[in-house]
């Protein structure tokens, strides 16, 4: 496992290990290197640039529609918590090209997670007409990488990094692209 793109079997083993934390982990879900996730929650972005939830998937509310031409964020059910050496990357499901949603993304990697920290996408309707998607689409896919065995210089979060991390995990932080969530 050096430098490579994990696969399904590397996958469920570092998490059943408990190397790689995995929170709302299902492994009859894993795909051969990569795991899909689902959808916990919309929110809509004010002129603010503040964060505000509109809609929670559960037994009851099972779609949601975005309005054409409009921006929010959605929460990720799953939970990640990665080890220093192991980096999570995000790929857009194509049901969600495919129904003409852009997702903005990006990726993770140690400290991310060591406070429950939520995983959280941009969703751009790109389309005139409202789309909707349901509480059982896959929303994007996380694929691992283990660089742990490689000879990996020393890395600590730089003094811009390490601000947003605290203001994203302090207790009063609604910024515009995060809001703890104080799950337990």
Same mark, same amino acid.
């Given at each position: 496992m050096t430098g490579q793109i994990l696969n399904n079997k590397q996958i469920d083993d570092l %998490?059943? @290990?408990?190397i790689i934390g995995f929170s709302g982990y299902d492994s009859a879900k894993l795909q051969i290197a990569q795991y899909p #996730?689902?959808?916990m929650s919309i929110s809509e972005v004010g002129p603010d640039h503040k964060a505000k939830e509109i809609f929670r998937f559960d037994e009851s509310h099972k779609s949601f529609s975005f309005a054409p031409q409009k921006y929010y964020l959605i929460d990720i059910l799953e939970e990640i918590r990665l080890p220093k050496g192991i980096i999570g990357r /995000? %790929?857009?499901s194509s049901s969600f090209i495919e129904l003409g949603l852009s997702i903005t993304a990006g990726k993770i990697e140690y400290p991310y997670g060591q406070n429950k920290e939520r995983i959280r996408f941009g969703i751009f $309707?790109? +389309? *005139? %007409?409202?789309t909707t998607i349901f509480n059982d689409y896959r929303i994007a896919y996380v694929e /691992? /990488?283990? #660089?742990?065995? +490689?000879? $990996? +210089?020393? &890395? @600590? +979060? *730089?003094? &811009?990094d390490k601000n947003i991390y605290i203001e994203r995990t302090h207790d009063d932080w609604d910024g515009p692209n995060y809001e703890r969530d104080n799950r337990e």
């Amino acid at each position: 496992m050096t430098g490579q793109i994990l696969n399904n079997k590397q996958i469920d083993d570092l %998490i059943k @290990q408990g190397i790689i934390g995995f929170s709302g982990y299902d492994s009859a879900k894993l795909q051969i290197a990569q795991y899909p #996730l689902s959808a916990m929650s919309i929110s809509e972005v004010g002129p603010d640039h503040k964060a505000k939830e509109i809609f929670r998937f559960d037994e009851s509310h099972k779609s949601f529609s975005f309005a054409p031409q409009k921006y929010y964020l959605i929460d990720i059910l799953e939970e990640i918590r990665l080890p220093k050496g192991i980096i999570g990357r /995000f %790929i857009p499901s194509s049901s969600f090209i495919e129904l003409g949603l852009s997702i903005t993304a990006g990726k993770i990697e140690y400290p991310y997670g060591q406070n429950k920290e939520r995983i959280r996408f941009g969703i751009f $309707n790109c +389309l *005139t %007409i409202e789309t909707t998607i349901f509480n059982d689409y896959r929303i994007a896919y996380v694929e /691992f /990488f283990d #660089l742990r065995g +490689l000879a $990996n +210089l020393e &890395y @600590q +979060l *730089t003094p &811009y990094d390490k601000n947003i991390y605290i203001e994203r995990t302090h207790d009063d932080w609604d910024g515009p692209n995060y809001e703890r969530d104080n799950r337990e």
